[in-house]
């Protein structure tokens, strides 16, 4: 069965950086784009972009241009996200899913999802 | 950027009642429309893609419908464990993907 296994809760200091991993297992890594989604406490959804762990492409919101970095390992089927400068209000719970696209000029549904990593930002 | 409006942001029924949910884009997207379930403190789950296909599994209570601007989420007779947050997606387009504001469902 398909798993998205992130890493642990963090807690960073104001203009840190912090990396969340989420390893896959139970299909084809390269086979499917790496989406990240943010949410923060008793907010939304807020997209943040993805990595094709194929050939490592990224995408990422412009919101985030500049602060994100997605990566990932295909020896272990792990993506990371890594985000910097971090605030206050990057509190969040960070979620990996993977994306399902319909046909190449749509854009990504998510199927499955991570269980979370909660990141706090205080100083 | 197309944006996605859903309301109401929340709403109380009863146990058996018909709930509707409803998401808007600003501009037309075709049929590229998700929605998913957030039950408190869970992870968010798939129920329906491409505006009013069923994801596997989901209960058929549980339907969609709509294409272009307008969309609904309809729960033909509200469980208790329906009580969640219900979130549209559009897809129509990479790389923007975005959600709407969120519907909280609670029983009455």
Redesign the interface.
């Known amino acids: 069965q398909v798993q998205l296994v992130q890493s642990g809760a963090e807690v960073k200091k104001p203009g840190a950086s912090v990396k969340v991993s989420c390893k896959a297992s139970g299909y084809t890594f390269t086979g499917y784009y790496m989406?990240w989604?943010r949410q923060a406490p008793g907010q939304?959804?807020?997209?943040m972009?993805?990595i094709n762990p194929n050939s490592g492409g990224t995408?990422y919101?412009q919101k985030f241009h500049g602060r994100v970095t997605m990566t990932r390992d295909t020896s272990i089927s792990t993506a990371y996200m890594e985000l910097s400068r971090l605030r206050s209000d990057d509190t969040a719970f960070y979620?990996c899913?993977r994306g399902?696209?319909?046909d190449y000029?749509?854009?990504?549904?998510?199927?499955y999802?991570?269980?979370?990593t909660l990141v706090t930002v205080s100083s | 950027d197309i944006q996605m409006t859903q309301s109401p942001s929340s709403l109380s029924a009863s146990v058996g009642d018909r709930v509707t949910i409803t998401c808007r884009a600003s501009q037309g997207i075709s049929n590229?429309l998700?929605w998913?379930q957030q039950k408190p403190g869970k992870?968010?789950?798939?129920l329906i893609?491409?505006a009013s296909t069923l994801?596997s599994g989901v209960p058929s209570r549980f339907s969609g419908s709509g294409s272009g601007t307008d969309f609904t989420l309809t729960i033909s007779s509200l469980q208790p464990e329906d009580v969640a947050t219900y979130?549209c997606?559009?897809?129509?387009?990479?790389?923007?993907?975005?959600?709407?504001?969120?519907t909280k469902v609670e029983i009455k």
């Open positions: 989406h989604v939304g959804l807020e997209w972009g993805w995408n919101a979620y899913a399902v696209r319909r000029s749509s854009g990504w549904y998510f199927d999802w991570g269980q979370g | 590229y998700a998913y992870v968010p789950k798939l893609y491409a994801q979130y997606q559009k897809y129509n387009s990479a790389p923007a993907l975005t959600f709407g504001g969120g």
